[in-house]
């Protein structure tokens, strides 16, 4: 595809360094790595690497229209900033925007990990773009601050009372974690790794009990998650790239008590995913406590500069959690670790040609509706 306003198609031979400017910098995100494009490309998207004449990268996403050409363009988690300014992210943005035009795409949306403080709003808006809809759950995150040179000591000490007793409880009743992760030589300090003569098979295991887990949790919560195909194949590809940690909790005699995935985003340890077994929580209380300690532990001795834990939105509103809020409790659990709410800029969006954005919205839309009906249908025969 052609290339516009400094924006090109990314040569084979820049694609090997492609996580260093993508992932590995401050603002990086998985969702912009290579892992992440061919997993998109294997659901339907069409994954571009492109490159910018300032010498940054970019993901961007393309999914074509039905019936009448044209398409959409989504830049999951970028541009990231890299360590640089709110204006010079947004105008590329902007030349990522013209670039989408130029290719025939119609419409844009993108999701940098910017702060709201930045100013970067107001930078797109002045390029013509619009705040949209989250792709994601949430807008925004908590976050536990981890200063340069911190020891866990010192985190330990803006941990609350009630969450320490939790996992040192868990510990003393023998509570272990195992550590699956592609970077570790060991498994380190309050670890275990799976044995390593059936470690591929053990993997593999973890992620099947991981998504059935999950499965359950969104049955329980209201909410749904992908397939199992598609997850474990997306979780392998990213504990290979080394940028994803599964850790799970056991009980001194091995029964599987929960798991959470976490994310090596730039600077930050992201935590993604979380769910334990119902059924044994009352003899075996605080394995995602533990488990959420363990990571902040991980994230230190990784030098990263925060836990990132998530966000806790009140859906529509986008505000932080108020008391009887549906999310206040989970917002305090994330607070008893430390966590600070962060403000992001969000998802923005630009419409490069109207008439057939508008047009394809709506074929897309029906043709959603129409796979939902004979799903429907599949199912009651």
């Known amino acids: 595809m052609s290339g516009s306003g400094g924006v090109r198609e990314a040569r084979p031979d820049e694609l090997s360094g492609w996580d260093d400017r993508t992932v590995q910098v401050p603002g990086g995100s998985i969702e912009q790595s290579l892992a992440w494009g061919e997993h998109r490309a294997r659901l339907g998207w069409r994954a571009h690497h492109l490159v910018l004449d300032d010498g940054s990268a970019v993901l961007a996403l393309g999914r074509r229209w039905p019936l009448i050409g044209g398409g959409h363009v989504y830049v999951p988690k970028g541009p990231v900033a890299g360590g640089a300014a709110a204006p010079v992210v947004a105008a590329r943005l902007d030349a ?20 709201a403080a930045t100013g970067y709003g107001s930078e797109l808006a ?4 619009r705040p949209a809809e989250e792709v994601g759950p949430s807008r925004h995150r908590v976050a536990t601050p981890i200063p340069p040179g911190a020891d866990e000591e010192a985190l330990l000490a803006g941990i609350t009372k009630t969450t320490r007793q939790r996992f ?9 974690v195992v550590r699956y992760d592609a970077r570790a030589t060991s498994p380190g300090a309050g670890f275990e790794a799976p044995a390593a003569a059936t470690a591929d098979g053990a993997t593999g295991e973890a992620f099947e009990r991981f998504h059935a887990l999950l499965r359950a949790t969104g049955e329980r919560r209201g909410f749904a998650i992908g397939t199992r195909s598609a997850a474990v194949a997306w979780w392998r590809a990213a504990l290979s790239a080394g940028f994803l940690v599964l850790l799970e909790a056991r009980s001194a005699d091995d029964a599987f008590l929960g798991a959470a995935i976490f ?3 730039g600077e930050r340890l992201t935590y993604a995913n979380s769910g334990d077994v119902v059924g044994l929580r009352h003899a075996q209380p605080g394995a995602v406590h ?19 834990l998530g966000g806790v939105d009140v859906a ?8 009887g809020d549906a999310m206040f409790g989970l917002l305090e659990f994330k607070g008893s670790f430390g966590g600070r709410w962060v403000e992001l800029a969000g998802a923005h969006e630009k419409t ?8 394809g919205e709506v074929l897309t839309g029906l043709a959603r509706g129409a796979r939902r009906l004979t799903g429907d249908r599949g199912a009651a025969r």
Do not use: H, K
């Open 96 to 115: 990522v925007a013209r670039w989408a035009r130029a290719n025939g795409y119609d419409t844009i949306l993108a999701d940098a990990e910017m702060l």
């Open 126 to 129: 002045a390029r013509g773009f």
């Open 168 to 176: 040192f409880a868990a510990e003393r009743r023998g509570m272990r």
């Open 263 to 265: 994310y090596r985003n």
């Open 290 to 308: 533990l488990l959420v300690w363990r990571a902040l532990q991980l994230a230190v001795r990784e030098g990263r500069s925060e836990l990132d």
């Open 316 to 323: 529509g509103a986008r505000f932080e959690p108020r008391p």
């Open 352 to 359: 490069l040609r109207p008439a057939r954005a508008r047009a």
